[in-house]
């Protein structure tokens, strides 16, 4: 008599689908100036929430874990290289507005660009951490690349691990604050990508929305 085989045990995805929702709505955005094609954005959002709302129906969880490696790593690559597009063309618009876009479209398009950057973060943020969601979930020895302060929390369960929510905060703290306000970087890696983040939001705060604000007063 065969053993029965052990299921594949999965984190919530229900966090990055959502997100990824967000990336989409925020692309769609009405009068939001952009330089990248729309229609890309829309086909990998599209592509990448097929896996995350199949994961935790499917029984063959190990090929849709597969899935979802590739087009997580194709959104992430693609999309943040749309986002620098859009981040130079605002930047090009605020130099030297053309006619026709208004202080209106140009503070939307910044907002939506923040926005975006803080999601598109705190995906990459929780798809690295401990060597990403399966590891992190299944063993108690992968190295953090994010010390959070549950840990060191007298009578914390040893079994707690972060989730999507815990990333999305630190995105958002990295967004605002330019500076770890809660979980600290731990590796090389993590340093630099908050230390992208940073810049980005920096860049799309003082320098394109003070524009777009200038334009409106």
Known sequence: MTEPRAT???????????ATFLVLLLTLLPGRVRASPTWLVVVLAIGL?????ALP??????????IERVTVLVFLVLV?????????HLLFIMLGPPKGISGLQLLNSSIALW??????????YWWIDRGGPQRRISSTDADEDWHFPRVDVEGASAEW???????LFLAFCTATAFSPTEALPMTPRAKLLMMSESIISLITIVAIASRAIAMLG
């Open 161 to 167: 691990r972060p989730t999507y929510v815990d990333y």
């Open 115 to 124: 926005a975006t950057n803080v999601l598109m973060y705190s995906i990459i």
């Open 80 to 88: 943040a290289a749309a986002q620098i597009v859009d981040l130079l």
């Open 49 to 53: 929430i097929v896996p995350l709302l």
């Open 57 to 66: 129906v499917v029984a063959a969880k190990e090929r849709w874990l597969r």
């Open 8 to 18: 594949t045990k999965v984190e919530s995805r229900w966090g990055i689908a959502l």
